[in-house]
């Protein structure tokens, strides 16, 4: 049996409970949780990234985080190549491998392969970076119409990405990712995926908790001193919903009151795009959570247990 057919994959959005399901579930059942978030895989990255506690990394073995520095390029090639590996060594001491996370373009590339698309080139990298965004988009518009309506085109990371591509290959970007069938990607998992979601009034009052709480817990700080550590310098690391805007903050463009307000509205904006995402797998198995329901109540929802005994 091919080591992916015996993994747990929780997913959902951010804020929904996939981490006390996957912690729970883990203790329960002998597991090891993969993160499948892109920005916990950066040290320092902390507070932001809602990133487990020592205590909960304590009670159980978390892989692929605090992997890679400030300073280092990180991307679905290099999480498929460590999961593998974290798969292999957790099965080796007869564990069950739980991916748990919301970073749905790396589980896309895990389960269903990275595609055509080609490396990055530093060179094509750079000369896009340092293009307004105004301009990038436009010549997108005009060499991949299909990919200019999907894009997120208030992500500059995304759209560089795709016009690197198309210059590399002299292809549409949408042709490179034609090969990714999304209803596919757990046709051979429908039994041990899952997808967790909340109405959005439950999963919005969450949300908003969780940003007061990483605030109160110190997030400008530690935004500051990433700072210092060559955050800005890391285009993927200044696209995290939080330290994006907190950076904003220090230089001044905005209010502190105003700043997290933004970062609530960042949130849920983007918890809506992972339900856009994760809802386009017809075979995963979705839990939807309600404020009262317990943790126990939650295992017993998915309880995937059952083909481990």
């Keep these: 049996m091919s080591p992916r057919l015996t993994s747990i994959f929780i997913a959902g959005p951010t804020a929904v409970g996939k981490s006390a399901v996957a912690l729970a ?6 597991g090891e949780i993969i993160s499948v978030d892109s920005m916990q895989v950066y ?4 507070i932001g990234t809602a990133k487990p506690s020592t205590a909960e990394r304590a009670r159980v073995p978390h892989h692929l985080i605090d992997v890679a520095e400030l300073t280092e390029a990180f991307g679905a090639a290099k999480f498929v190549t460590l999961a593998q590996q974290a798969v292999n060594e957790i099965q080796s001491r007869s564990r069950v491998p739980i991916f748990c996370g919301g970073t749905g373009l790396y589980l896309k590339a ?4 990275l ?4 490396p990055t080139d530093e060179h094509i990298r750079a000369e896009l970076e340092a293009t307004p965004l105004t301009e990038l988009l436009r010549e997108l518009e ?6 200019f309506v999907k894009i997120d085109r208030q992500n500059p990371r995304r759209v560089v990405r795709a016009l690197e591509v198309i210059r590399l290959t002299g292809n549409p970007f949408s042709t490179q990712r034609a090969d990714w069938n999304p209803s596919s990607i757990v046709h ?12 959005a009034v439950n999963l919005h009052a969450r949300i908003n908790a969780r940003v007061d709480e990483m605030f109160a817990a110190g997030l400008v700080e530690e935004t500051h001193q990433l700072l210092q550590r060559g955050l800005e310098q890391n285009k993927t690391a200044m696209q995290a919903i939080g330290y994006r805007q907190v950076v904003e903050h220090l230089r001044g463009e905005r209010s502190l009151p105003e700043t997290i307000e933004l970062v609530k509205v960042k949130t ?3 918890a ?35 083909g481990h005994q």
């Design 272 to 306: 809506k795009r992972q339900m856009t995402w994760f809802r386009k797998y017809a075979n995963a198995k979705w839990v939807e959570l309600k404020p009262v329901t317990t943790l126990t109540e939650m295992l017993n929802l998915i309880h995937p247990h059952r």
């Design 188 to 199: 051979p998992l429908s039994s041990r995926f899952y997808c967790l979601s909340r109405a």
């Design 115 to 118: 595609g055509e698309a080609p």
């Design 25 to 30: 579930l883990a203790e329960k059942i002998g």
């Design 43 to 46: 040290r320092g990255l902390d």
């Design 110 to 113: 895990y389960l269903d392969g």
């Design 268 to 270: 849920r904006q983007f």
């Design 142 to 147: 005009q060499r991949d119409p299909v990919t």
